[in-house]
């Protein structure tokens, strides 16, 4: 059951540590995962397939376009940490981003 207490989130990426994540924050009463993002096809059907109240695209924009979403978790490849935070934060949104961060000193500072 849905509650007005919670916060809409939204995932990017749900490869290698993705689904620990999405597993977890799914299983809180105060939030809900309402996108998950992600190219592979076969990991959308998993996401499909295991999480039924979450919707999903291929579409990373489409998520961080989206105005009820307060939180974006970032849970791609290293090397694309830098722009989609950077990207999540000017869209007005809270982050989680899986470590490193960046991949370079100059991109964290």
Same mark, same amino acid.
């Given at each position: 059951m849905?509650?007005?207490? #919670?916060?809409?989130?939204? =995932?990017?990426?749900? *490869?290698?540590? *993705? $689904?620990? @994540? ?10 809900? /995962? #309402?996108?998950?993002? %992600? ?7 998993? /996401?499909?397939?295991?999480? $039924?109240?979450? =919707?999903?695209? $291929?579409h990373?924009?489409?998520? @961080?376009?989206?105005? %009820?979403?307060?939180?974006? /978790? ?6 694309t ?14 982050? @989680?981003?899986?470590? $490193?961060?960046?991949?370079?000193? %100059?991109?964290? #500072?």
């Open positions: 849905e509650s007005h207490k #919670q916060i809409k989130i939204a =995932q990017i990426g749900c *490869g290698y540590w *993705g $689904p620990n @994540l999405l597993r977890n924050l799914s299983k809180r009463e105060d939030c809900h /995962v #309402q996108w998950v993002a %992600e190219l592979n096809s076969e990991r959308r059907n998993y /996401v499909d397939s295991n999480y $039924p109240k979450t =919707q999903t695209t $291929p990373y924009t489409k998520v @961080l376009e989206d105005k %009820e979403i307060r939180a974006v /978790v970032i849970a791609t490849p290293a090397a940490h830098y722009e989609l935070t950077k990207m999540a934060l000017e869209a007005g949104k809270h982050v @989680l981003v899986e470590k $490193p961060m960046t991949t370079n000193l %100059e991109d964290a #500072q």
